[in-house]
Each structure stands twice: as C-alpha cells, then as structure tokens.
C-alpha cells in the first residue's frame, strides 16, 4: 500500500515515563562525550522533551537487530545504513528506465513508486528510506507537568584504552527518573500483515526496553509507555474522525 490514497491510519497514544535518567543531547546525539552538547534539548519554554525522531530511531533499530536475527521468517529487514535493501541510485535508475521503455501508457512516478516498494524490505516498507517516505510518524514528546532536571558527574573515556582516563571528567545535564512526557505515533495505509509488527512496537514500548538518547551504555534513557489508547481509523469512520476526533468506537486491539 502507497501513500496515494487512505487505506487506514493507526494512531497510538499514551505517556512516557522515564525509567532511568535521560540525556538527550541538545546539539546532537554524539556518541563522543567531549563533543557532546551538554546541557539536554529543550522546547521553545525551556522544557524538556523527547524528540519524535529519538523514538523513531530506536523502534527502527530495535525492529531491524530483531528480524535480523530471524526470529520470524515472515518479516525481512535490511541494515539502511551499511546494507539497504533498495540501496544505490542505479538500482532506482534502472527501475526507472526499465518502465520507460515499456509501459508508457500509465503514470510513470507511481509505476515507479510501486516497484521500489515491492522492492523494499519490511522494516522500509513502515520506516522509510531515501526512496519512499516513511508510513510512522512519532510526534515530539512534550513535557507532563514538571521534571527535575540535574547535573551529573560524566567520567571521560580513553578512546584508545576504553577505560576510564585518569582526571577527565565532565558534567552532562539529564533529566531525571519519573519525568512524564505525551506520546502519539501514527502509521497510515499499513499493510494488515504488519499489523503484527506494530502490536511488537506498542508491546516494545510498554516493556521499558527501549532506550532513547546519549549514555544508554550506562543505564540510561529507559522510557516505558503506560496508559495506551490505540485506535484504528479506516474509510467507513475516517470522515467521523476528521469532523470529531478520536472516538471509543474507533479503538484497536493491540493485545
Ligand atoms: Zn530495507
């Protein structure tokens, strides 16, 4: 299913809380301790928050080391960044081509769109790559009342030794355990059949096993989702749904 036309949109909601601290860096998310932003990303308030893109990531990453590892034969994943499944821009090319030369008599972008979908692995099929715009969306994830935000004592890595290097230390700003932040993800014209991948998602995140951020290697950014609502529009309820909203008839059972 492309994105042409509305087949369904999924909508999940609910709270995140985090388990452990979270150090989600403003610049960027360096896994280098000296070149990281110290001080954590912030709204236009001066909140605290989850970008979208940070939870995005690591459902991406979960989802693909999990399929990998052939835990279930029905779904593919490819490594996007070192081995995608549609990689290089001659493979497009060539599938471009090829529908030139035969098929003129329909709309060539959505030929071509169709083919490099067919092409594409599961975990491109919902996330996206280069090609084809990504089906799951995850709004950034403001802020719940308050949130205690501290300094911490970072201890300077060796980057030759991987141990610890005598004297250097740094600070790096977190928010603290027990800070609450909205959620919403959406996924539109998901194939039924992935349908089990998104319950995996959902269950994912209500497991306290993902983790977001900088410094996961020392416990932190463990985020759990609680209070889900799942809802599950489709074309007899989607004008109910744009005129009103989300609706207790529209909910989906993810369990
Ligand atoms: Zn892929």
């Given at each position: 299913?492309?994105l042409?036309?509305?087949?369904n949109?999924?909508?999940?909601?609910?709270?995140?809380?985090?388990?452990?601290?979270?150090?989600i860096?403003?610049?960027?998310?360096?896994l280098?301790?000296i070149?990281?932003?110290n001080?954590?990303?912030?709204?236009?308030?001066?909140?605290?928050?989850i970008?979208?893109?940070?939870?995005?990531?690591?459902?991406?990453?979960?989802?693909?080391?999990?399929?990998l590892s052939?835990?279930?034969q029905r779904f593919?994943?490819c490594?996007?960044?070192?081995?995608?499944?549609?990689?290089?821009?001659?493979?497009?090319?060539?599938?471009?081509?090829?529908?030139?030369?035969?098929?003129?008599?329909?709309?060539?972008d959505l030929i071509v769109?169709e083919?490099?979908?067919?092409?594409?692995?599961?975990?491109?099929?919902?996330?996206g790559?280069?090609?084809?715009?990504?089906?799951l969306?995850?709004d950034?994830?403001m802020?719940?009342?308050?949130?205690?935000?501290s300094?911490?004592?970072?201890?300077?890595i060796?980057?030759?030794t991987?141990?610890a290097?005598?004297?250097?230390?740094?600070?790096?700003e977190?928010?603290?355990a027990?800070?609450?932040f909205e959620?919403?993800?959406?996924?539109?014209n998901?194939?039924?059949?992935?349908?089990?991948?998104?319950?995996?998602?959902?269950?994912?995140?209500?497991?306290?096993q993902l983790r977001?951020?900088?410094?996961?290697s020392?416990g932190?950014?463990?985020?759990?989702l609680?209070?889900?609502r799942?809802?599950?529009i489709?074309?007899?309820?989607?004008r109910?749904?744009?005129?009103?909203?989300?609706?207790e008839?529209m909910?989906w059972q993810?369990?």
């Amino acid at each position: 299913m492309l994105l042409d036309r509305f087949y369904n949109k999924y909508i999940i909601k609910g709270t995140l809380v985090a388990e452990t601290p979270i150090h989600i860096g403003a610049g960027e998310e360096s896994l280098d301790p000296i070149q990281t932003d110290n001080s954590v990303i912030k709204d236009v308030n001066g909140k605290p928050y989850i970008p979208g893109s940070s939870i995005k990531g690591a459902l991406r990453s979960y989802l693909e080391t999990l399929l990998l590892s052939g835990v279930d034969q029905r779904f593919k994943a490819c490594l996007i960044v070192n081995d995608p499944c549609l990689g290089d821009e001659d493979e497009v090319e060539k599938i471009k081509r090829i529908y030139q030369e035969e098929k003129r008599d329909r709309d060539l972008d959505l030929i071509v769109a169709e083919e490099i979908y067919r092409n594409l692995c599961d975990v491109c099929r919902i996330f996206g790559n280069p090609y084809f715009a990504s089906k799951l969306k995850v709004d950034d994830c403001m802020l719940k009342g308050d949130a205690h935000l501290s300094i911490r004592d970072g201890v300077g890595i060796d980057r030759d030794t991987g141990t610890a290097a005598d004297g250097k230390k740094y600070d790096f700003e977190q928010v603290d355990a027990g800070a609450q932040f909205e959620f919403c993800m959406s996924v539109d014209n998901l194939e039924p059949e992935h349908e089990e991948l998104l319950k995996l998602m959902v269950k994912v995140l209500e497991s306290g096993q993902l983790r977001v951020g900088g410094k996961t290697s020392v416990g932190l950014g463990c985020i759990r989702l609680i209070d889900t609502r799942a809802y599950k529009i489709e074309p007899t309820n989607f004008r109910s749904y744009l005129m009103e909203g989300l609706k207790e008839e529209m909910r989906w059972q993810y369990v």
